[in-house]
């Protein structure tokens, strides 16, 4: 029976209840995390850049003006709870900070602030061939909001409304993912993960200071190809913005994520990417990156929090 934190407390997950008349649930005032733990091939396991995560949920719930009624160590710690205690090595995180208090209230109203931590066994989220063979995605007519009408620097559960428009319209259609612009038409991102295209050897993102979540996943992969860039044949690694042309005539894309992790790009709308199949580029940062999280390629010390010797 699946195990979940709430408040402080490891609860079988039908005892972990939420109102009805939770304002979150209402009003979409809540922030969230995705994490992941990876088995390492000597037994033991670890979470991938958990502070990093905690930081930025704390860092989301202080935009919103929510105070967690807990510490940065005691979340980190719940989600080494979680794992362990539903025997998980190789599983997703779902830290959520919401605001509930059984009695629902206006647009004005502060209810209580409660924290959870869940965890579930969750493979390559954009699909097992999605990540060998790559997948295809289709632009959306759904915008990223604009840095002067939303706050996309936080993950707050009430701006994911258009992501999932956006998703399920593209799957409708027969695509695995779907693409954002921003309010100027370039590219911003996708549904739940950072945009990269690879063209005449320069490496292109758009940047923090587009209408986009910073991902730590971006980061990890921007960090692994400015380490390994001559050796990928890589001659430039750029953020700036990516227009609709350019993604269309580009070598390579690939999407990145904690949940997607580094899904190859095989096809925009109706146009082939490169030849129609993951690149050398993407494949290369791909294998770096899962040998990063699965301990098998250096990284920073704070980068990877170790659990679960005896977990199975």
């Known amino acids: 029976m699946p195990v979940i934190w709430l408040d402080g407390a490891l609860l079988p997950a039908e005892q972990a209840k939420v109102s009805v008349l939770a304002h979150t649930l209402h009003y979409g005032v809540g922030v969230f995390e995705g994490i992941r733990g990876y088995a390492w091939e000597d037994g033991t396991a670890s979470v991938f850049r958990l502070d990093d995560h905690i930081r930025r949920l704390r860092d989301s719930a202080h935009v919103c003006g929510l105070k967690i ?26 830290p959520i900070v919401y605001q509930d208090d059984g009695d629902l209230g206006g647009l004005g109203s ?31 007519a759904y915008r990223r909001s604009g840095l ?19 998703k399920r319209e593209a799957k409708g259609m027969g695509f695995d993912e ?18 990269f295209l690879v063209r005449d050897g320069v490496l292109k993102t758009p940047p923090t200071s587009a209408p986009i979540l910073p991902g730590l996943t971006r980061a990890t992969v921007l960090h692994l190809a400015r380490r390994a860039a001559e050796s990928i044949g890589l001659a430039d690694i750029r953020e700036e913005h990516i227009s609709r042309g350019e993604l269309t005539i580009a070598d390579e894309v690939f999407l990145t994520g904690t949940a997607a992790e580094i899904t190859p790009v095989r096809q925009v709308d109706l146009h082939p990417i490169g030849r129609g199949e993951p690149g050398p580029v993407t494949r290369a940062l791909q294998k770096a990156y899962f040998d990063l999280v699965r301990g098998r390629g250096q990284a920073p010390a704070p980068w990877r929090t170790p659990f679960g010797a005896l977990v199975r």
């Open 69 to 94: 009624p807990f510490t940065h160590e005691q979340v980190a710690h719940a989600c080494i709870e979680v794992l362990e205690a539903n025997n998980l090595r190789d599983a997703y995180l779902r």
């Open 110 to 140: 502060n209810p209580p602030v409660h924290v959870a931590v869940a965890a579930k066994v969750w493979g390559a989220y954009l699909g097992d061939e999605g990540l060998k063979k790559g997948i295809r995605v289709r632009i959306s």
């Open 148 to 166: 002067g009408s939303s706050l996309p620097k936080a993950k707050i559960t009430g701006q994911y409304v258009l992501s999932t428009l956006a």
């Open 178 to 195: 779907a693409l954002l612009m921003d309010d100027d038409g370039n590219l911003a991102e996708g549904s739940g993960e950072n945009l």
